[in-house]
């Protein structure tokens, strides 16, 4: 492929959530800053939410990276689990052997002291949830009373829920504001901005040990007019850039790159049809449209 062409140590746009990538600015340095303040802070429950590809399971691998010894941490990657399933994963991480047939309450009380054992030792335990947003209803309503299990003076379990926009849905129906109203700290994920995205881009291919100006300003801007500033589809646009320049043996991706990888992408086909067809003439464009985008992110910070 491109890596050896254009020396990369790897390959720059993978959709794998390596930690080595992530781009610590914007709303996602906000969102991972409020999670460890709130953390060690011992706070109850965190919300992170975002859109579609805009990072949420980097930012929950990013954060479990950075929380020490001082923590003991439960990650659920897939978090459709009945109540019985959620105590019983939790008991399992925890070091918890209890016999298959024991009584949910008998469950919770073996947890209940176990997390007592831990908090004497000055350990914290954190429970993170991807996707929190498929959750069963019943299911929330059980970690809810996970949450109760506290000390005079400390919760003994916390929570971090990471999901898409439907969990504000999900958690604002009316059986479940109990739950809502324990959620101290809550930050949303938004999408890079014009400038944002030619610095993500940057810094994910001086990561793979790019040191060069690979992108053109040019193919920067329709990058980013193309992907809406989200790291999914940028990362998408970027690699199929990256090969259709490799493919002619290009050391700069161009706009014309970009507009060839805008054609053969799903979630922007219909621009990639336009761009492919005149992207002489579009590039121009691409110039002026970027930078009424640059001029409309100065006058969002002023209000």
Not at 59 to 79: A, M, W
Not at 91 to 111: N, V
Not at 253 to 273: F, I, L, N, P, Y
Request: include cysteine; charge should be positive; proline fraction near 5%.
């Amino acid at each position: 492929m491109y890596k050896d062409f254009y020396r990369f140590d790897e390959l720059p746009f993978t959709l794998t959530p390596n930690t080595q990538f992530f781009f610590n600015q914007q709303s996602h340095r906000e969102a991972l800053n409020t999670m460890l303040l709130a953390l060690r802070h011992s706070e109850g429950f965190i919300k992170i939410v975002g859109e579609v590809g805009t990072g949420k399971t980097l930012l929950c691998r990013k954060l479990l990276s950075l929380l020490d010894g001082h923590f003991i941490t439960i990650y659920i990657p897939n978090p459709y689990l009945t109540p019985e399933e959620l105590k019983g994963f939790i008991a399992e991480e925890l070091g918890i052997k209890p016999e298959q047939s024991i009584p949910s309450y008998e469950l919770l009380s073996i947890i209940y002291r176990h997390l007592i054992k831990l908090a004497e030792q000055g350990k914290q335990v954190v429970l993170v949830i991807d996707e929190a947003q498929a959750m069963p209803r019943e299911t929330i309503e059980s970690l809810r009373l996970l949450t109760n299990l506290e000390t005079e003076r400390r919760k003994l379990l916390q929570v971090v829920l990471l999901g898409q926009p439907e969990l504000d849905v999900l958690l604002n129906r009316s059986d479940l504001r109990q739950l809502k109203q324990r959620i101290v700290f809550s930050e949303r994920l938004r999408p890079f901005s014009v400038s944002g995205t030619a610095h993500y881009v940057r810094h994910r291919l001086l990561a793979a040990g790019c040191k060069a100006e690979l992108f053109t300003p040019g193919a920067l801007r329709l990058l980013a007019l193309a992907s809406g500033g989200t790291p999914r589809l940028i990362n998408i646009l970027a690699h199929k850039s990256l090969l259709a320049a490799y493919g002619r043996s290009e050391p700069q991706v161009k706009a014309k790159h970009v507009a060839r990888a805008m054609a053969d992408t799903e979630e922007s086909r219909w621009q990639g049809k336009l761009f492919a067809w005149r992207w002489r003439l579009l590039a121009p464009l691409a110039v002026t449209v970027g930078a009424a985008f640059v001029l409309q992110d100065f006058l969002r910070g002023l209000l």
